[in-house]
């Protein structure tokens, strides 16, 4: 088996340096995994885990994120921004045919992406995630788009001091609680240390910046594409989502001719560590029955039908170098 490559490349915008890891394995299409807006690579974790070895897969962070460099503007944030950084490791690896799989904000990126960048996209998994204007839809109700832009001049100035008053509280059992309280995670099926990568990114993560990330986030839609998305599309919803309710993932269903959905009982925003092998089989059965096929008619269109299943499971660059890490792969 390959070894993972992992490495940085330069954004064709301004010259920040995006970090990526590639998994070489097996046969295309490739994997790509987007992140929430706020997150790191940590929620693919267990998808990274399952598909290694057998599907070649993409993980990457956002400018400002992770392993990613600050840009020097903070204001070069924007959705089709982020597209143009994401093709940039594209180019790079000389990817050919590939899925997007996206979480929470990834679902709106991807088809940002999709919306420049269609030719090589053989598929797209919207998981837990809206097509545009999430404020308007936060646990259902609309009192988010309406503060945010309060919020928005607070968030720039103060966030980075309270949340270094906060860290020292990462490592303790208060930020899951909060999760619990605010009802993003599933106690049931999910725990502190399966969320503790999450927190600790939080901690880290250049507020100011992310203030600016989650501005364009918040007057951002992609629903103009929808109708026109060719590639078959595999819709992942969680029946308790409180940032994405499952009437909004049903409406981007309807949206989108060529989009099939399941439900995961009970899951929340935190699904991705809550069903981590239901997930895995979906996108596997997803990737055989409808990507591959479609990909054949293509050559590289197979309109499969559109049916909503309901599904349950108990929780069980450029400067590139050869690196095999702890961090998203095998555990």
């Known amino acids: 088996m390959s070894e993972v490559r992992e490495g940085y490349v330069k954004s064709p915008v301004d ?62 944030s924007s959705m089709d921004i982020l597209a143009q950084d994401l093709h940039a490791i594209v180019e790079e690896l000389d990817l050919k045919n590939y899925i997007l799989v996206g979480h929470s904000m990834g679902v709106q990126f991807n088809f940002e992406y999709y919306k420049h960048f269609p030719e090589k996209v053989v598929g797209l998994v919207p998981i837990l995630g809206t097509y545009g204007y999430p404020f308007r839809t936060f646990f259902d109700t609309d009192i988010m788009e309406k503060a945010f832009p309060y919020i928005y001049p607070i968030m720039k100035k103060y966030m980075n001091f309270f949340i270094s008053l906060i860290a020292p509280i990462v490592n303790t059992p208060i930020p899951f609680y909060i999760g619990l309280a605010l009802r993003s995670v599933n106690p049931c099926l999910s725990s502190q240390e399966k969320m503790k990568p999450y927190f600790e990114h939080l901690a880290k993560l250049n507020w100011e910046f992310a203030a600016e990330m989650f501005n364009y986030m918040a007057h951002h839609t992609t629903e103009d594409i929808l109708p026109e998305i060719k590639p078959p599309v595999l819709i992942i919803a969680g029946e308790n989502d409180t940032f994405t309710p499952l009437w909004l993932s049903q409406k981007m269903k309807d949206m989108i001719p060529t989009a099939e959905m399941i439900i995961l009982e009970k899951g929340s925003h935190a699904a991705l560590v809550e069903y981590p092998d239901l997930i895995h089989c979906k996108i596997k059965e997803f990737i055989n029955e409808r990507v591959i096929p479609y990909m054949k008619e293509e050559h590289k269109i197979l309109k499969m039908p559109s049916t909503t299943k309901r599904a349950s499971s108990k929780p069980r660059g450029g400067n590139s170098k050869k690196k095999n890490s702890k961090r998203g792969g095998k555990k």
């Open 15 to 76: 010259d920040t340096r995006i970090w990526y890891r590639f998994y070489p394995a097996g046969e295309e299409p490739v994997i790509i995994f987007s992140n929430g807006i706020a997150c790191d690579t940590s929620y693919w974790r267990y998808l990274v885990r399952d598909f290694e070895g057998k599907r070649p897969m993409l993980i990457w962070d956002y400018r400002g994120h992770g392993n990613s460099d600050l840009p020097e503007d903070f204001s070069k």
